[in-house]
Protein backbone atom coordinates (compact mmCIF):
# COMPACT_ATOMS: atom_id res chain seq x y z
CA UNK A 1 0.00 0.00 0.00
CA UNK A 2 1.41 3.44 -1.43
CA UNK A 3 1.33 6.59 1.11
CA UNK A 4 -0.83 9.00 -0.40
CA UNK A 5 1.24 12.26 -1.04
CA UNK A 6 0.20 15.28 1.04
CA UNK A 7 -0.93 18.01 -1.19
CA UNK A 8 1.45 21.20 -0.70
CA UNK A 9 -0.54 23.14 1.74
CA UNK A 10 -0.54 26.98 1.19
CA UNK A 11 1.09 29.87 3.15
CA UNK A 12 -1.76 30.77 5.75
CA UNK A 13 -3.85 34.01 4.43
CA UNK A 14 -2.18 36.49 6.85
CA UNK A 15 1.35 35.44 4.87
CA UNK A 16 -0.29 35.75 1.25
CA UNK A 17 -2.14 39.09 2.29
CA UNK A 18 1.35 40.82 3.45
CA UNK A 19 3.12 39.35 0.32
CA UNK A 20 0.84 40.77 -1.87
CA UNK A 21 1.00 44.03 -0.40
CA UNK A 22 4.36 44.19 -0.40
CA UNK A 23 4.89 43.06 -4.30
CA UNK A 24 2.33 45.60 -4.68
CA UNK A 25 3.99 48.58 -3.03
CA UNK A 26 7.30 47.29 -4.81
CA UNK A 27 5.56 47.37 -8.39
CA UNK A 28 4.12 51.30 -7.49
CA UNK A 29 7.60 52.15 -6.11
CA UNK A 30 9.35 51.13 -9.41
CA UNK A 31 6.91 52.74 -11.69
CA UNK A 32 7.33 55.77 -9.26
CA UNK A 33 10.98 55.98 -10.00
CA UNK A 34 10.64 55.37 -13.02
CA UNK A 35 8.03 58.54 -14.12
CA UNK A 36 10.47 60.61 -11.65
CA UNK A 37 13.60 59.47 -14.04
CA UNK A 38 11.35 59.75 -17.48
CA UNK A 39 10.45 63.30 -15.80
CA UNK A 40 13.70 64.62 -14.79
CA UNK A 41 14.95 64.10 -18.41
CA UNK A 42 12.05 65.67 -19.84
CA UNK A 43 12.70 68.19 -17.50
CA UNK A 44 16.86 68.83 -18.50
CA UNK A 45 15.56 68.30 -21.95
CA UNK A 46 12.84 71.47 -22.18
CA UNK A 47 14.90 73.12 -19.23
CA UNK A 48 17.70 74.49 -22.37
CA UNK A 49 15.02 76.95 -23.40
CA UNK A 50 15.16 79.48 -20.82
CA UNK A 51 18.47 81.21 -19.73
CA UNK A 52 18.12 79.67 -15.91
CA UNK A 53 18.42 76.08 -17.74
CA UNK A 54 21.48 76.26 -19.43
CA UNK A 55 22.98 77.95 -16.42
CA UNK A 56 22.14 74.90 -14.31
CA UNK A 57 23.10 72.85 -16.94
CA UNK A 58 26.49 74.05 -17.40
CA UNK A 59 27.04 74.46 -13.62
CA UNK A 60 26.37 70.76 -13.42
CA UNK A 61 28.51 69.59 -15.85
CA UNK A 62 30.96 71.86 -14.44
CA UNK A 63 30.51 70.74 -11.00
CA UNK A 64 30.64 66.39 -12.22
CA UNK A 65 34.80 67.04 -13.70
CA UNK A 66 35.99 71.07 -13.02
CA UNK A 67 39.67 70.20 -13.19
CA UNK A 68 38.60 67.95 -16.14
CA UNK A 69 36.76 70.47 -17.84
CA UNK A 70 39.39 73.12 -17.54
CA UNK A 71 42.26 70.91 -18.82
CA UNK A 72 39.93 70.18 -22.12
CA UNK A 73 39.30 74.34 -22.56
CA UNK A 74 43.21 74.75 -21.55
CA UNK A 75 43.95 72.18 -24.28
CA UNK A 76 41.11 73.38 -27.03
CA UNK A 77 42.53 77.28 -26.59
CA UNK A 78 45.99 76.12 -27.61
CA UNK A 79 45.02 73.33 -30.20
CA UNK A 80 42.53 75.33 -32.03
CA UNK A 81 45.25 78.34 -32.57
CA UNK A 82 47.89 75.86 -34.23
CA UNK A 83 45.41 74.14 -36.42
CA UNK A 84 43.36 75.13 -40.09
CA UNK A 85 39.99 74.06 -39.46
CA UNK A 86 36.44 74.94 -40.94
CA UNK A 87 34.20 77.45 -38.77
CA UNK A 88 31.37 76.43 -37.49
CA UNK A 89 28.67 79.74 -37.06
CA UNK A 90 28.10 80.44 -33.15
CA UNK A 91 24.75 81.58 -33.98
CA UNK A 92 23.51 79.34 -35.97
CA UNK A 93 25.18 76.40 -35.23
CA UNK A 94 26.61 74.92 -38.57
CA UNK A 95 28.80 74.80 -41.28
CA UNK A 96 28.74 73.24 -44.83
CA UNK A 97 31.48 71.45 -46.25
CA UNK A 98 33.02 71.06 -49.70
CA UNK A 99 33.97 67.42 -50.61
CA UNK A 100 37.58 69.04 -50.71
CA UNK A 101 37.69 70.22 -47.32
CA UNK A 102 38.66 66.80 -46.07
CA UNK A 103 41.89 66.19 -47.38
CA UNK A 104 41.42 62.00 -46.87
CA UNK A 105 38.07 61.68 -47.86
CA UNK A 106 38.19 59.64 -51.46
CA UNK A 107 39.75 57.06 -49.19
CA UNK A 108 37.71 56.89 -46.53
CA UNK A 109 34.67 57.12 -48.69
CA UNK A 110 36.20 53.47 -49.90
CA UNK A 111 36.33 52.09 -46.90
CA UNK A 112 32.88 53.19 -45.94
CA UNK A 113 31.31 51.76 -48.72
CA UNK A 114 33.78 48.34 -48.76
CA UNK A 115 31.67 48.09 -45.37
CA UNK A 116 28.72 49.00 -46.46
CA UNK A 117 28.63 46.48 -49.43
CA UNK A 118 30.05 43.74 -46.62
CA UNK A 119 27.40 44.24 -44.38
CA UNK A 120 24.96 44.49 -46.69
CA UNK A 121 26.64 41.15 -47.99
CA UNK A 122 26.41 39.70 -44.99
CA UNK A 123 22.56 40.65 -43.90
CA UNK A 124 21.35 39.12 -47.65
CA UNK A 125 23.24 36.04 -47.27
CA UNK A 126 26.22 36.73 -48.97
CA UNK A 127 24.14 37.54 -51.92
CA UNK A 128 26.14 41.03 -54.07
CA UNK A 129 23.58 41.02 -56.86
CA UNK A 130 21.96 44.48 -55.80
CA UNK A 131 25.29 46.43 -55.76
CA UNK A 132 25.66 47.80 -58.92
CA UNK A 133 29.53 48.36 -60.32
CA UNK A 134 29.41 52.37 -59.72
CA UNK A 135 28.71 51.41 -55.96
CA UNK A 136 24.89 52.15 -55.68
CA UNK A 137 22.73 49.66 -54.18
CA UNK A 138 19.43 48.49 -55.58
CA UNK A 139 16.91 49.09 -52.45
CA UNK A 140 16.42 45.34 -51.33
CA UNK A 141 12.89 44.10 -50.03
CA UNK A 142 14.54 42.90 -46.61
CA UNK A 143 14.55 46.41 -44.75
CA UNK A 144 13.26 46.11 -41.39
CA UNK A 145 13.42 50.20 -40.63
CA UNK A 146 13.80 52.98 -42.21
CA UNK A 147 17.25 54.27 -40.56
CA UNK A 148 19.45 51.35 -39.43
CA UNK A 149 23.23 51.64 -37.72
CA UNK A 150 25.76 49.71 -39.28
CA UNK A 151 28.83 49.54 -37.14
CA UNK A 152 30.01 49.01 -34.22
CA UNK A 153 32.85 49.20 -31.80
CA UNK A 154 34.54 46.08 -33.52
CA UNK A 155 34.18 47.42 -36.75
CA UNK A 156 35.63 50.76 -35.95
CA UNK A 157 38.82 48.71 -34.39
CA UNK A 158 39.30 46.89 -37.45
CA UNK A 159 38.90 49.66 -39.71
CA UNK A 160 41.22 52.56 -37.51
CA UNK A 161 41.68 54.96 -40.09
CA UNK A 162 37.73 56.13 -39.29
CA UNK A 163 38.66 56.92 -35.97
CA UNK A 164 41.60 58.56 -37.51
CA UNK A 165 39.70 60.51 -39.90
CA UNK A 166 37.24 61.34 -37.00
CA UNK A 167 40.16 62.04 -35.05
CA UNK A 168 41.62 64.45 -37.64
CA UNK A 169 42.43 68.48 -37.47
CA UNK A 170 39.42 68.60 -40.29
CA UNK A 171 36.85 67.42 -38.26
CA UNK A 172 37.97 67.11 -34.31
CA UNK A 173 39.38 70.93 -34.91
CA UNK A 174 35.81 72.03 -35.91
CA UNK A 175 34.16 70.75 -33.31
CA UNK A 176 36.99 71.84 -30.69
CA UNK A 177 36.72 75.29 -31.84
CA UNK A 178 32.84 75.52 -31.75
CA UNK A 179 32.14 74.07 -28.56
CA UNK A 180 35.69 75.87 -27.03
CA UNK A 181 36.59 72.19 -25.44
CA UNK A 182 38.37 68.95 -26.33
CA UNK A 183 35.36 66.88 -26.91
CA UNK A 184 34.43 63.63 -26.52
CA UNK A 185 34.30 61.48 -29.80
CA UNK A 186 31.11 59.62 -28.79
CA UNK A 187 30.51 57.97 -32.09
CA UNK A 188 31.76 56.89 -35.66
CA UNK A 189 29.11 55.00 -37.63
CA UNK A 190 27.61 54.58 -41.18
CA UNK A 191 23.64 55.60 -41.40
CA UNK A 192 21.40 53.76 -43.56
CA UNK A 193 18.21 55.55 -44.47
CA UNK A 194 16.26 53.44 -46.73
CA UNK A 195 12.16 54.40 -47.61
CA UNK A 196 9.09 53.41 -45.24
CA UNK A 197 6.28 51.26 -46.37
CA UNK A 198 3.86 54.03 -46.21
CA UNK A 199 3.94 57.49 -46.37
CA UNK A 200 3.98 58.61 -42.70
CA UNK A 201 6.63 60.26 -41.09
CA UNK A 202 7.95 58.89 -37.75
CA UNK A 203 10.47 59.23 -35.15
CA UNK A 204 13.98 60.99 -36.78
CA UNK A 205 11.72 61.97 -40.23
CA UNK A 206 9.90 64.54 -37.82
CA UNK A 207 11.94 68.09 -36.96
CA UNK A 208 13.56 67.74 -33.44
CA UNK A 209 16.33 68.33 -31.80
CA UNK A 210 19.32 65.58 -29.72
CA UNK A 211 18.86 65.48 -25.29
CA UNK A 212 22.30 65.10 -25.31
CA UNK A 213 24.25 68.50 -23.36
CA UNK A 214 23.84 72.22 -24.33
CA UNK A 215 25.62 71.52 -27.58
CA UNK A 216 27.58 69.06 -29.73
CA UNK A 217 28.94 68.19 -33.18
CA UNK A 218 27.55 66.07 -35.71
CA UNK A 219 29.42 65.37 -38.70
CA UNK A 220 27.02 63.98 -41.58
CA UNK A 221 28.51 62.96 -45.01
CA UNK A 222 27.26 62.24 -47.90
CA UNK A 223 28.97 58.56 -49.28
CA UNK A 224 27.06 58.72 -52.12
CA UNK A 225 25.77 61.61 -54.05
CA UNK A 226 22.68 62.71 -52.33
CA UNK A 227 19.34 64.62 -53.98
CA UNK A 228 16.07 65.39 -52.46
CA UNK A 229 15.24 61.63 -53.87
CA UNK A 230 17.59 60.44 -51.27
CA UNK A 231 16.03 61.94 -48.71
CA UNK A 232 19.07 64.31 -47.29
CA UNK A 233 19.68 65.13 -44.16
CA UNK A 234 17.57 68.56 -43.40
CA UNK A 235 17.80 71.09 -40.06
CA UNK A 236 17.32 74.68 -39.53
CA UNK A 237 19.62 77.29 -38.24
CA UNK A 238 20.01 77.54 -34.35
CA UNK A 239 18.73 81.07 -34.28
CA UNK A 240 15.43 80.09 -36.04
CA UNK A 241 15.56 77.06 -34.10
CA UNK A 242 14.86 78.84 -30.93
CA UNK A 243 12.59 81.31 -31.79
CA UNK A 244 10.50 78.39 -33.73
CA UNK A 245 10.37 75.64 -30.88
CA UNK A 246 9.42 79.12 -28.69
CA UNK A 247 6.60 79.97 -30.93
CA UNK A 248 4.92 76.60 -31.39
CA UNK A 249 5.26 75.59 -27.75
CA UNK A 250 3.08 78.99 -27.22
CA UNK A 251 0.88 77.44 -29.79
CA UNK A 252 0.43 74.61 -28.55
CA UNK A 253 -0.08 75.86 -24.91
CA UNK A 254 -2.87 77.86 -26.13
CA UNK A 255 -4.24 75.22 -28.19
CA UNK A 256 -4.46 72.95 -25.31
CA UNK A 257 -2.23 70.30 -26.84
CA UNK A 258 0.53 68.14 -25.27
CA UNK A 259 4.03 69.30 -25.60
CA UNK A 260 6.01 66.72 -27.68
CA UNK A 261 9.98 66.95 -28.87
CA UNK A 262 8.78 66.46 -31.89
CA UNK A 263 7.79 69.41 -34.63
CA UNK A 264 5.26 68.68 -37.87
CA UNK A 265 5.94 70.41 -40.91
CA UNK A 266 3.03 71.90 -40.64
CA UNK A 267 3.95 73.78 -37.28
CA UNK A 268 7.03 74.72 -38.69
CA UNK A 269 5.20 76.53 -41.72
CA UNK A 270 2.74 77.66 -39.60
CA UNK A 271 5.44 80.11 -37.68
CA UNK A 272 7.24 81.14 -40.65
CA UNK A 273 9.60 78.36 -40.76
CA UNK A 274 10.00 76.90 -43.80
CA UNK A 275 12.00 78.73 -45.16
CA UNK A 276 14.98 78.23 -42.93
CA UNK A 277 15.07 75.03 -43.75
CA UNK A 278 18.21 73.50 -45.52
CA UNK A 279 19.06 70.68 -47.21
CA UNK A 280 22.83 69.14 -47.27
CA UNK A 281 22.37 67.61 -50.84
CA UNK A 282 25.67 66.90 -52.69
CA UNK A 283 27.87 64.87 -54.58
CA UNK A 284 30.04 62.42 -52.30
CA UNK A 285 32.32 63.57 -49.74
CA UNK A 286 29.87 66.69 -49.20
CA UNK A 287 28.84 67.53 -45.81
CA UNK A 288 27.92 69.69 -42.73
CA UNK A 289 29.03 70.16 -39.35
CA UNK A 290 26.01 71.18 -37.14
CA UNK A 291 24.93 71.36 -33.49
CA UNK A 292 22.00 68.48 -32.87
CA UNK A 293 21.33 69.62 -29.56
CA UNK A 294 20.13 73.80 -31.18
CA UNK A 295 19.27 73.17 -34.69
CA UNK A 296 16.08 71.59 -35.42
CA UNK A 297 16.65 68.70 -37.84
CA UNK A 298 15.36 65.99 -39.44
CA UNK A 299 16.62 63.27 -42.15
CA UNK A 300 15.62 59.21 -44.00
CA UNK A 301 12.51 60.71 -45.53
CA UNK A 302 13.97 59.01 -48.97
CA UNK A 303 12.25 58.33 -52.19
CA UNK A 304 11.24 54.56 -53.26
CA UNK A 305 13.43 53.01 -55.32
CA UNK A 306 16.30 55.28 -53.51
CA UNK A 307 18.72 54.75 -50.33
CA UNK A 308 20.95 57.15 -48.83
CA UNK A 309 24.27 56.29 -46.71
CA UNK A 310 25.84 58.32 -44.17
CA UNK A 311 29.53 58.80 -42.34
CA UNK A 312 28.27 60.19 -39.27
CA UNK A 313 30.66 61.71 -36.88
CA UNK A 314 29.42 62.27 -32.64
CA UNK A 315 31.12 64.92 -30.63
CA UNK A 316 30.32 66.02 -27.03
CA UNK A 317 30.78 68.33 -24.39
CA UNK A 318 29.76 65.63 -21.92
CA UNK A 319 30.14 62.08 -21.33
CA UNK A 320 28.00 59.87 -23.12
CA UNK A 321 26.91 56.58 -23.82
CA UNK A 322 28.86 55.78 -27.23
CA UNK A 323 31.73 53.68 -29.06
CA UNK A 324 34.81 52.24 -27.23
CA UNK A 325 37.75 53.09 -29.28
CA UNK A 326 41.34 51.86 -29.38
CA UNK A 327 42.76 54.10 -26.70
CA UNK A 328 46.41 52.81 -26.88
CA UNK A 329 46.28 53.94 -30.39
CA UNK A 330 46.62 57.54 -29.61
CA UNK A 331 48.29 57.81 -26.52
CA UNK A 332 51.60 59.32 -27.70
CA UNK A 333 48.98 62.64 -28.87
CA UNK A 334 47.37 64.19 -25.90
CA UNK A 335 44.69 66.16 -28.04
CA UNK A 336 43.34 62.91 -29.47
CA UNK A 337 44.11 60.85 -26.08
CA UNK A 338 41.08 63.40 -24.36
CA UNK A 339 39.09 62.68 -27.22
CA UNK A 340 39.26 59.07 -26.16
CA UNK A 341 40.07 58.46 -22.88
CA UNK A 342 36.59 57.72 -21.84
CA UNK A 343 35.04 56.23 -24.31
CA UNK A 344 35.83 52.30 -22.96
CA UNK A 345 34.04 53.14 -19.22
CA UNK A 346 31.38 55.00 -21.26
CA UNK A 347 30.79 52.05 -23.79
CA UNK A 348 27.01 51.11 -24.03
CA UNK A 349 26.37 47.70 -25.58
CA UNK A 350 23.25 48.43 -27.01
CA UNK A 351 23.98 52.52 -28.47
CA UNK A 352 21.43 53.54 -30.65
CA UNK A 353 21.94 56.65 -33.52
CA UNK A 354 21.58 59.31 -30.38
CA UNK A 355 19.31 61.45 -32.96
CA UNK A 356 16.99 59.12 -32.27
CA UNK A 357 17.00 58.99 -28.42
CA UNK A 358 14.38 62.51 -27.99
CA UNK A 359 13.40 61.58 -24.63
CA UNK A 360 10.35 63.83 -25.38
CA UNK A 361 8.75 62.21 -28.33
Known amino acids: ?170 ALGTAARYLGTIPYLNRVDLLYSVPRADDEKVSSQLFHVDPEGLSQVKFFINVYDVAETEGPFTFIPAAETARIVREVTGLRRRAGKALSGRYLDDEVAAVGGAGAVVRVTGPRGSAVAVDTSRCLHLGSRVHPGAFRLCLYLQYCASRERGNAFDVDRYRDDDVRTLAVRHSLASAGADVSAPHQMDPAS
Open 1 to 170: MTARTRPTSRPPLPVRAVVFVANTGLKAVRHRIQRLKVGWRNYRYRARNSWTGRTVWRLAAFAQAPRETRARRRAAAAYTTRIRSAEMSARDGFCLLEPAYFPDIHRVLTVCRELFERKLAAAAGADTSGVERDGQLKVRAAKREHLRNLLGSDDLREHPELVDFALSEA
